[in-house]
């Protein structure tokens, strides 16, 4: 705790909490960091599921790594080019990198859509992206919409050094959240009669934390509001590459080319990363791609405070210019993401779990809403606490996401290999099964963890817990999922 003094020489920005690190969100992943699973040293630690982080297809990144050593200026081979690279480079990027990046956003969008490697502004990852986005679009107290339940970074990315609101666009569990025109204009109205001057709509397509895509229909309907309104619509692609089955992607550049869609061109604007599609968040690869030509030269400027390094750009813009792997790695990717999705929301099925239908992203919509004994948020939190504590799972409660509706949970499952999934299925299985044993029998004895009045229909003793967790590991052998030689579960 800072005393006064020491409040008085820092700023409002320094003092305060607008990080909005007090979140159900961040606390996981502490929990995590305090007691990190390892199958080894400490195989009953929490294993991270709250990260949404691709780590399937490192295999096909580290092949062709192998086989194109003079991509990196730090190896003999490569190190010809090192002067060139590591001195002073202009803001706009490498052209090559701005060129390798715009292929690889055409391929990932099958080719349908073209873009401009002039309109390709670099920052560092979509963090910083969407914060310059923001500065360029809004002054304090401005605000944008934003369909729930959405990416609890948000709050952060958009809100703290800016100045600008977000409003929620309330989507229901009733039509599995689906993006309406009624919720829009519910949400555009309620900013009007508070005075709020709406300056943009913010859409995640694929969706996080759904792992749903916006169909055509819902695009043009967006597309047509924001027109309408006259405000600015900024699109959120950075999980498009993740889509593992059919229906494909469609982006944002697709619908706004169309013949008969009626658009202003100076109000889109798509936000992109490499964090999520090729797996590599610790390269800060962000992008703005603005259609309006004030955005781009705006964001140009800005982009020198959040620069990604040009040792960076130079791997990246060899590898992505390879379309022999850029093909493969898509191909690879997606159906090493529709495996692990399948195996993983079969498991949970089996114990009578569901999850909402999709075919994108690095993780699940997880419904446990029928083991709470009261449909609110605080029962929510009260079985996230025991899934984190006891269960030992980091995932995350939906009421850190503004999700209308209590009993959901966002679960990561690309962040891991297949011997760790296997753990945490094994965890959730026997959690599931104990419940369902305690729905069927009058408990002797209240447990050590439940408090009088408590919120929760469940019944979990640890020792019972670790029974059932050696009884389902003995059966390993006999589990869907293929045993890795490398556990590697990280943050």
């Not at 730090?74 to 060139?84: K, S």
């Not at 996080?208 to 169909?215: A, C, E, V, Y």
């Not at 703005?288 to 990246?316: D, E, P, W």
Request: net charge negative; aromatic share 10%.
């Amino acid at each position: 705790m800072m005393n006064k003094n020491q409040q008085n020489l820092l700023s409002k920005m320094a003092t305060g909490n607008g990080h909005g690190e007090n979140s159900p969100y961040f606390d996981g992943w502490k929990a995590y960091e305090d007691n990190p699973f390892h199958p080894t040293d400490n195989p009953h630690g929490v294993i991270q599921m709250g990260l949404a982080e691709n780590q399937l297809s490192f295999d096909l990144v580290e092949e062709w790594v192998m086989k194109n050593p003079e991509a990196s200026i730090c190896t003999p081979e490569g190190v010809t080019d090192f002067r060139d690279i590591a001195i002073y480079q202009d803001y706009h990027g490498l052209t090559e990198f701005r060129y390798a990046v715009a292929n690889f956003m055409e391929k990932v969008r099958g080719n349908r859509v073209r873009f401009d490697p002039d309109r390709i502004v670099m920052s560092g990852g979509a963090t910083g992206a969407h914060e310059m986005t923001v500065f360029c679009l809004a002054d304090p107290g401005d605000a944008f919409l934003v369909p729930t339940p959405y990416y609890p970074g948000f709050d952060r990315d958009l809100r703290w050094r800016t100045g600008a609101q977000l409003v929620p666009v309330v989507c229901e569990r009733s039509n599995d959240f689906k993006v309406t025109r009624e919720a829009l204009e519910a949400a555009y109205k309620s900013a009007q009669e508070a005075n709020i001057r709406v300056k943009g709509l913010l859409i995640t397509n694929p969706s996080n934390p759904l792992g749903t895509i916006l169909d055509r229909e819902t695009l043009r309907m967006v597309v047509s509001f924001i027109n309408e309104k006259s405000i600015h619509l900024v699109c959120d692609e950075i999980y498009a590459a993740t889509v593992f089955t059919q229906p494909g992607f469609i982006s944002i550049a697709e619908i706004i080319q169309e013949k008969e869609i009626e658009c202003n061109h100076d109000l889109i604007h798509i936000v992109y990363s490499l964090s999520k599609d090729l797996g590599f968040p610790g390269f800060r690869v962000g992008i703005v791609y603005s259609y309006n030509n004030a955005v781009v030269s705006c964001c140009r400027k800005m982009s020198s405070f959040g620069l990604v390094s040009s040792q960076t750009q130079h791997l990246i813009a060899s590898m992505l210019s390879d379309d022999d792997f850029v093909n493969k790695f898509i191909a690879g990717s997606a159906n090493k993401l529709a495996a692990r999705h399948k195996v993983f929301t079969e498991g949970l099925a089996k114990v009578g779990i569901s999850c909402l239908q999709s075919n994108a992203g690095l993780f699940v919509w997880m419904d446990l809403h029928h083991l709470l004994k009261e449909q609110t948020f605080e029962a929510e939190m009260a079985l996230w606490k025991v899934i984190i504590h006891e269960v030992k799972l980091n995932v995350s409660p939906g009421s850190s996401f503004h999700c209308s509706a209590p009993g959901w949970f966002r679960v990561c499952f690309a962040n891991m290999d297949d011997q760790t999934m296997d753990v945490a299925l094994t965890r959730i299985r026997a959690f599931a099964v104990q419940n369902n044993e305690s729905s069927t029998t009058v408990p002797m004895k209240r447990q050590c963890w439940q408090k009088p009045q408590n919120n929760l229909r469940l019944s979990f003793k640890s020792r019972r817990m670790d029974d059932l967790v050696m009884t389902q590991c003995s059966m390993s052998p006999h589990s869907p999922l293929a045993q890795s030689p490398l556990v590697r579960a990280r943050n």
